[in-house]
């Protein structure tokens, strides 16, 4: 479907009325979807602010709840899939041992450690302790993908097989819920005073899979075929990305992406969650969406090159000339360059990708007068072609907090204001009846002409 082409809700509803997807696996699901995206997208449909709630304790949302008081006995800033809907890791705190030990010098072995579940059906896969005695003075690590990824002070980056480690550490297999005797002691795991014994204990350090140096542990694999962004690891490169083969560690073609901006918050890049293998870059007046290609004549190397972009609605001339009366009485024109991300012109702030509906939405933010105004716009995935905007009622403060998230047909602002308040917006899709009604009739009787049986 090209990006002028606009999909009609009509005639989805009486192709799947009609039974004519039935047959192929998730196309009905497919389809209900790309009839939300339509009702979304038009001209009549708009998100009203239905609800709006303010805690001094932090709020978050999770597929489709709002939480409070920190999940109440969840803490969220540890729990992480290793891998989506399949694998879950638990992140302990970071051990720093007591304040004398601290004090006289001694330093705690143990980093922190790594419990990794199933969860369908819940299970435990095993406990992992980080020890600095085998990885040396490690200052992180996670577990994302089967890949046990550990990060030192000094920007290295190191990544480990998660199932070689178990195959060749693990000292005992334990389940939930059943009776185990570890250490002299026996209980039933997972549950107190018990809890879950550590089984997974690295003597000896494991196969390297790969490392690399980057600036502030900045490190993300992707595309299609593997490649790796970093930055390389010193200070005045910060804003500087380098786009390399997973392979051979070659720089890409067109590899070395650098926005040219000038502001005081950083761009910012990662791969496309939609696994097209795409790259998206993000500055205060811009958002690169880049394609990785094989460079024509050699299969071997691959190229960055420009998808789409999707640019603010800003004067092009950031250069004002402002009069200045002098003690004599001489007026002075004064020439002066606006920051990227000054507030007073439009400016990107949040970038996500919905992937149900298969949009882009981009919050952009002005200053007008003393309080900041953002939208909610909703691009088109495929072509960065402009589809919706949603004004947010309530003011934009830029010194503050903020997370936008839109999932379906709602739409929540969540914002961290000083002296630790939370404020939560909640935006609702709804539809003019009048213009919906006359808009529905007119696609009726036009697809309804159409309809072959």
């Not at 030192?152 to 009776?179: H, N, P, W």
């Not at 980057?214 to 930055?231: C, D, K, M, R, V």
């Not at 001339?317 to 003690?327: D, R, S, Y």
Request: hydrophobic fraction near 35%; proline fraction near 4%; charge should be neutral.
């Amino acid at each position: 479907m090209g990006p002028s082409q606009k999909p009609n809700v009509c005639r989805r509803l009486s192709r799947r009325a009609l039974g004519f997807f039935s047959r192929d696996a998730g196309v009905v699901q497919r389809t209900n979807l790309g009839i939300l995206r339509a009702l979304v997208c038009q001209e009549s449909t708009k998100f009203k602010n239905v609800w709006t709630t303010h805690s001094k304790s932090p709020i978050a949302y999770e597929r489709g709840r709002i939480y409070f008081d920190n999940y109440r006995c969840c803490v969220s800033r540890y729990l992480s899939w290793d891998t989506p809907q399949e694998v879950i890791a638990v992140k302990s705190a970071q051990s720093k041992g007591s304040a004398l030990a601290q004090q006289a010098g001694i330093q705690q072995p143990v980093l922190l450690y790594l419990a990794v579940f199933h969860v369908l059906p819940f299970s435990l896969i095993g406990i992992l302790e980080i020890n600095k005695k085998i990885f040396g003075s490690v200052t992180d690590a996670t577990l994302s993908h089967g890949i046990l990824i550990v990060m030192y002070s000094s920007g290295l980056v190191r990544l480990y097989s998660f199932q070689a480690i178990t195959e060749q550490f693990m000292q005992q297999k334990l389940d939930l819920g059943c009776a185990c005797r570890w250490g002299g002691t026996t209980g039933t795991v997972g549950e107190a005073p018990f809890g879950i014994p550590c089984n997974i204990k690295i003597t000896d350090t494991p196969p390297l899979l790969f490392e690399v140096s980057s600036l502030e542990n900045a490190f993300q694999i992707g595309g299609h075929p593997w490649h790796y962004i970093i930055t390389p690891n010193k200070k005045k490169q910060k804003g500087v990305f380098h786009i390399c083969a997973l392979k051979d560690n070659s720089l890409a073609k067109n590899g070395v992406q650098e926005m040219e901006c000038c502001s005081l918050e950083s761009d910012w890049i990662y791969f496309h969650p939609d696994a097209s293998g795409r790259i998206i870059h993000v500055g205060p007046n811009q958002v690169k969406v880049l394609k990785l290609s094989e460079v024509e004549n050699n299969s071997a190397q691959h190229q960055i090159s420009e998808d789409f972009v999707i640019l603010a609605n800003r004067e092009k001339n950031k250069n004002e000339n402002l009069p200045t009366v002098t003690a004599s009485g001489r007026v002075v024109k004064k020439s002066f360059n606006l920051l990227d991300d000054d507030p007073e012109q439009e400016t990107f702030k949040i970038v996500d990708y919905e992937d149900e509906l298969d949009l882009l939405s981009v919050v952009a933010v002005t200053q007008i007068d003393a309080e900041g105004k953002a939208h909610l716009d909703f691009h088109c995935n495929e072509y960065g072609t402009l589809l919706k905007s949603i004004p947010l009622v309530e003011s934009w403060d830029v010194t503050y907090s903020h997370e936008v998230y839109f999932d379906r047909d709602l739409v929540l602002h969540i914002e961290q204001k000083p002296s630790r308040v939370f404020s939560c917006y909640v935006y609702q899709m709804v539809c003019d009846p009048g213009e919906e009604e006359e808009t529905t009739n007119r696609s009726c009787k036009k697809d309804c002409n159409n309809l072959k049986f």
